[in-house]
């Protein structure tokens, strides 16, 4: 089980990026996919999660209205538009899966970072002008 996010880069406020969670070694479309973020100093904290039952969506309230989770289970890739971003956002992005989904939470079916079965090496995003 593989996961490998990329897309990431320096961006001026107000600006869009999107980043993508390239996986491997299992079966997409079967296992909820999370985004997680880590600023310098700071916990990891989940930033959205699409589930796999029906792909429904769910957000952190930060980034609710600004980032939108997406899947092509044809590429075995999970998306994330980020537009309109904040120098907060700034931080390491980081994708993860769950093999066996506990109760839905905020985040859904996507449990805490640490929690999750699976994390991938991260991206960097940076939100400066």
């Known amino acids: 089980v593989q996961l490998q996010a990329s897309g990431g880069g320096l961006v001026q406020p107000g600006g869009s990026l999107r980043l993508s969670c390239a996986t491997s070694?299992?079966?997409?479309?079967?296992?909820?996919i999370g985004w997680y973020r880590q600023a310098p100093g700071k916990d990891p904290e989940g930033v959205s999660c699409?589930?796999?039952?029906?792909?429904?969506?769910y957000y952190a309230d930060s980034v609710k209205g600004r980032f939108t989770i997406s899947r092509d289970n044809a590429r075995s890739t999970v998306y994330l538009q980020m537009n309109s971003l904040k120098p907060e956002d700034t931080a390491v992005y980081y994708c993860?899966?769950?093999?066996?989904?506990?109760?839905?939470?905020?985040?859904?079916?996507?449990?805490?970072?640490?929690?999750?079965?699976?994390r991938g090496k991260g991206t960097q995003v940076t939100v400066s002008s």
């Open positions: 699409i589930s796999s039952s029906d792909d429904s969506t």
């Open positions: 993860a899966t769950e093999f066996n989904p506990p109760p839905l939470g905020l985040l859904g079916p996507c449990t805490t970072y640490y929690g999750m079965d699976y």
């Open positions: 070694g299992f079966s997409l479309n079967h296992f909820p």
